[in-house]
């Protein structure tokens, strides 16, 4: 039993580390997208002052992505010494 519960919690943090970079793949690559679509455009017109937010929210994302893996990691520990504890 205690395999099974230590295997699960495992599974549960490569499940996290994939999102977590499935979440940063997309949000460079949509930096990246905006980025060369504001190029495009007259500084200082709507479109450009859109873009510059998508830029400036994306940004924001990636700024965030490290406290959450730091999260996902410490309640997967946490997890795993209940799972030990209740063992003994």
Do not use: C, H, W
Request: no cysteine.
């Amino acid at each position: 039993m205690y395999r099974k519960n230590k295997k699960a919690n495992l599974s549960i943090l490569q499940g996290a580390i994939i999102t977590l970079l499935i979440i940063a793949v997309l949000a460079g690559l949509a930096g990246t997208v905006l980025d060369k679509v504001q190029d495009t455009q007259t500084t200082d017109s709507a479109a450009y002052n859109v873009t510059a937010k998508g830029l400036e929210t994306f940004g924001t994302v990636g700024d965030f992505l490290p406290v959450v893996g730091i999260i996902v990691v410490v309640v997967v520990i946490v997890g795993l010494v209940m799972v030990i504890r209740g063992r003994q």
